[in-house]
């Protein structure tokens, strides 16, 4: 009996298919042949500090750094039920051979022996290398397996990489932590991505503002551009010279241009396309594809690949053929695919390329929700412009002279249309109109000019012009530059280029965005405070992409066996230690420099002082006042409302706000000095100045429910009757709209 691991239960179902293994149970498909079960992701991973030594669970700089001599292992709090299930399986005496099936590639194969060393497992055990999960890709996987241990280069990599990240993380982590007294989280592929958000922001901040000129000749059917000029008066003088003077076409080129269709999707660029196109942040795009993968409408989309394997091409074929007949914008179309283009296994990792499955026939798209279809006609509409024809058009440039200056006017004619109409049908479905990437191209029929050509006279306008600063990131733009990042200094072989992996980057994100170091506005991405002094106060070799690319070139040379991973760990270990010995100076230096600044919400009701948000409550900033809001209010979580800043700002800075009498509130009329503790009211809300907001309820009249015995709340409910106001405190006490009188 094979006990075949894989990584994920839809692996493990698709592979369960291929080979007729059809007996489900709980957490495993067996027959009488094989037993196939999964992992969930990683199910064990390298402990936290704190399993080291009570010393590690409270972080000091004394304590560091910490360099495990022994590395230990969890199996992940939430995954233990499934772990228990595949170190059962791996422990049955009718099993006799394990198979790693887990992903074709270095983060599958640590899944897969985190597992079977914590497991304990002696037993043998093979490789399924595959890159495709097509029944025959499967099939043929299974009758060719690898021996397992041929594989402990490329484990030891993984294994090298891992504790890599858990060193420098955990160490650089709690050392700049400490330092400057706030949670600072120092990462490889983390800082250096923030790095790139501050020095865009920092271009964007020093960018000068240059002003320049275009002397522009008024052709027929043209128009014919100066080089830049950047003083008005010599444009001026420039303008003059031309009207006086002819105008002699020196120079006609005309040139055939093609631009080739675009690949396919990997996850980086569909993430980048959506966030163009729709303004999904790559969370959103990440988590809807990885519902499509669920609902059987897309591929895999954690990948890296933009090609399909080449055992593809009829799949391929079948499934434009569906997206021609399921999307509006192809009906009528006349559409030949060259399916070739795509096809090309030796550029295909772990997964192949992004594109919709024949489960799209029998599917309804408008029972689909919007978000969803729209990624999927998304990386339909990829995948019919990926097969078409190349865009081709003819680039035609004539140069002029005029008053010893030179002139150029630029055109282009398309010849063929491509791929590039397939993209206007696409573009013209959609509720909103993206940028264009050559929305600034100047497009122009040119004239049939001739060299030699002569124009006397001709008319001049002087156009201004400034120069612009770069454009703040946004996650398109800085998903390209995560994924270009450092590529120049890594081995072309490197498994990993780049900052991260296609499935990491979102996440990269949001925790930058989660961590208080950036902000999003709009679709912009930018540094906070505290992120751009989280860069200046780190050193390079943390904030450059060329440790990661250091990084890499040592972990292909271990796959390769062709590098020690001894000597690698020690080089780790030793940085760690460096980073520590080096800003021992630093300690309690600039403990201000990551202080928080509060946001005053408004000023307190009783001293006027400034009221600002705590983590469990509002409070007034003067300590010998003791006004307080409570987060969480009973009146607030009976109606699950979130007492939010907004709602406590607007009570506060209310310009309908007035006070009434103090006995509304009895509690606070016993406790207090008569007017201390006044109530006032804001709209349809009264506020108790002792701390309790106060709902109204017009025309509706809610019980309570308590018995007069039980301790007052400090909450009323009012309701409006026909001649007067009333306030009803649990039936004990009634005020009316003219003052306030307490009911026996």
């Known amino acids: 009996m094979k006990l075949v691991i894989c ?45 080291y030594g009570e010393q590690y669970r409270k972080w000091s700089y004394d304590s560091l750094p910490i360099l495990p001599q022994e590395w230990q292992y969890t199996v992940a709090a939430d995954k233990g039920k499934q772990f228990k299930i595949l170190k059962d399986l791996m422990h049955r005496a009718d099993v006799s051979e394990v198979v790693n099936a887990c992903d074709a590639g270095r983060e599958g194969e640590l899944i897969f022996r985190f597992v079977y060393e914590m497991a304990g497992c002696k037993k043998p055990f093979t490789r399924l290398w595959i890159s495709s999960m097509e029944t025959g890709a499967i099939q043929s996987g299974f009758d060719n397996l690898k021996d397992g241990r041929g594989y402990d280069a490329l484990y030891h990599s993984a294994l090298c990489r891992a504790k890599a990240d858990w060193l420098i993380g955990i160490n650089a982590t709690r050392l700049f932590s400490c330092l400057y007294g706030k949670t600072l989280n120092v990462g490889r592929v983390q800082t250096p991505t923030l790095k790139m958000l501050v020095d865009r922001d920092a271009a964007i901040t020093n960018f000068k503002k240059e002003t320049y000129y275009h002397v522009r000749l008024m052709l027929p059917g043209a128009e014919a551009a100066s080089a830049k000029i950047c003083a008005a008066d010599e444009a001026g003088k420039l303008k003059a010279a031309c009207e006086a003077s002819a105008a002699v076409c020196t120079s006609l080129t005309r040139e055939k241009k093609t631009i080739a269709p675009p690949k396919l999707f990997d996850l980086t660029s569909l993430q980048r396309e959506a966030n163009r196109i729709y303004g999904y942040t790559a969370k959103q795009t990440l ?9 059987k409408l897309l591929t895999y989309p954690r990948t890296d690949s933009n090609y399909l394997t080449d055992d593809m091409g009829e799949t391929a074929t079948d499934i434009i053929k569906v997206l021609c007949e399921k999307l509006s914008f192809m009906e009528g179309a006349d559409f030949s695919p060259e399916i070739a ?24 798209l408008t029972a689909l929700p919007e978000s969803e279809r729209n990624i999927l006609t998304l990386a339909g509409a990829r995948l019919l412009m990926a097969t078409a024809e190349p865009y081709s058009f003819e680039a035609v440039t004539a140069v002029f002279s005029c008053a010893d200056h030179e002139f150029t006017a630029k055109g282009k004619a398309v010849i063929a249309a491509g791929w590039k109409e397939i993209e206007r049908l696409y573009r013209a479905t959609l509720k909103k109109k993206p940028d264009s990437d050559d929305e600034n191209e100047l497009v122009l029929d040119v004239p049939d000019f001739t060299e030699g050509q002569t124009f006397e006279n001709p008319a001049a306008k002087v156009t201004e012009h400034e120069t612009t600063p770069p454009k703040p990131h946004n996650e398109a733009s800085l998903l390209s530059a995560m994924e270009r990042a450092g590529n120049e200094d890594t081995d072309p072989d490197a498994e990993r280029r780049g900052l991260g992996t296609p499935a990491t980057r979102a996440a990269v994100i949001e925790k930058l965005v989660g961590g208080g170091f950036v902000e999003r506005k709009g679709k912009q991405l930018l540094p906070t405070k505290d992120g751009t002094n989280l860069v200046c106060v780190l050193p390079d070799s943390l904030t450059s992409p060329q440790l990661t690319a250091a990084w890499e070139n040592n972990l292909t040379q271990i796959a390769k066996g062709q590098a020690e991973p001894d000597a690698f760990m020690q080089g780790i270990e030793a940085m760690a230690s460096e980073l520590v010995k080096t800003y021992a100076s630093v300690l309690g230096e600039k403990p201000e420099l990551f202080k928080t600044e509060k946001t005053e919400l408004g000023k307190c009701p009783r001293c006027k002082s400034p009221v600002y948000e705590g983590k469990k409550n509002y409070y007034c900033s003067n300590k010998e006042c003791s006004f307080t809001m409570w987060k969480n209010d009973r009146f607030f979580e009976e109606r699950k409302t979130a007492f939010t800043p907004k709602i406590a700002a607007a009570l506060l800075n209310s310009k309908h706000r007035k006070r009434v009498p103090t006995s509304v509130n009895p509690r606070c009329d016993a406790d207090a000095p008569d007017g201390d503790f006044a109530c006032w009211e804001v709209s349809q809300t009264l506020f ?21 015995s039980r301790p007052c709340s400090q909450k009323m409910q009012l309701m409006t009757l026909p001649q007067r106001k009333e306030v ?8 009316h709209r003219k003052g306030l009188s307490r009911r026996a």
């Open 7 to 51: 990584e994920k239960p839809s692996v493990g179902a698709a592979v369960a298919a291929a080979l007729g293994v059809t007996g489900k149970k709980d957490g495993y498909i067996e027959n009488d042949k094989y037993i196939i079960s999964w992992c969930i992701g990683h199910l064990v991973q390298l402990s936290e500090a704190a399993a």
């Open 341 to 364: 283009k795509v096809l090309n296994s030796k550029k295909v990792s772990d997964h192949h390329a992004i594109i919709p499955t024949m489960e799209l026939a029998k599917a309804d």
């Open 688 to 708: 108790c100045g002792g701390l309790h907001p106060l709902k109204i309820f017009k025309n509706i009249w809610q019980k309570c429910g308590r018995t007069r």
């Open 728 to 735: 009803f405190h649990y039936g004990k006490f009634t005020g």
């Open 287 to 295: 988590d809807l594809a990885q519902t499509l993968y669920e609902k």
